[in-house]
Nanobody, 129 residues
């Protein structure tokens, strides 16, 4: 089984920045280069929302419209870690952020949480005004 551990969450003021990390491990992740890593978030009283995704092999990135230009997803293949750099944060970004791993096939469905088979516990991001 793939184990994912998020870190980097916290409390920041509006306009600030934060960088989240997601470290992957486990023997099931031996072929990680064939997978896709995604970030999702869920705010209080709202549905889970896709944020960003990246493929391990080619580094192709995908973003939801609400974070384009503000968030940047990246990966360190050697460390098997995915990062989410978040800039110009606002209260609307407050949520529990979770990373997940899925098969890299059918990349047109990168936004679909159902394609991801392993999830981290999540890290809280709170943006105050």
């Amino acid at each position: 089984q793939v184990q994912l551990v998020e870190s980097g969450g916290g409390l920041v003021q509006a306009g600030g920045s934060l960088r989240l990390s997601c470290a992957a491990s486990g023997r099931t992740f031996s072929n990680y280069f064939m997978s896709i890593m995604g970030w999702f978030r869920q705010a209080p009283g709202k549905e889970r929302e896709f944020v960003a995704a990246i493929t391990w092999s080619g580094g192709s990135t995908y973003y939801t419209d609400s974070v384009k230009g503000r968030f940047t997803i990246s990966r360190d293949n050697a460390k098997k870690t995915v990062y989410l750099q978040m800039n110009s944060l606002g209260p609307e970004d407050t949520a529990v952020y979770s990373c997940a791993v899925g098969n890299s096939g059918n990349l047109n469905t990168y936004y679909d949480a159902r394609r991801y088979y392993s999830w981290g516990q999540g890290t809280q991001v709170t943006v105050s005004s």
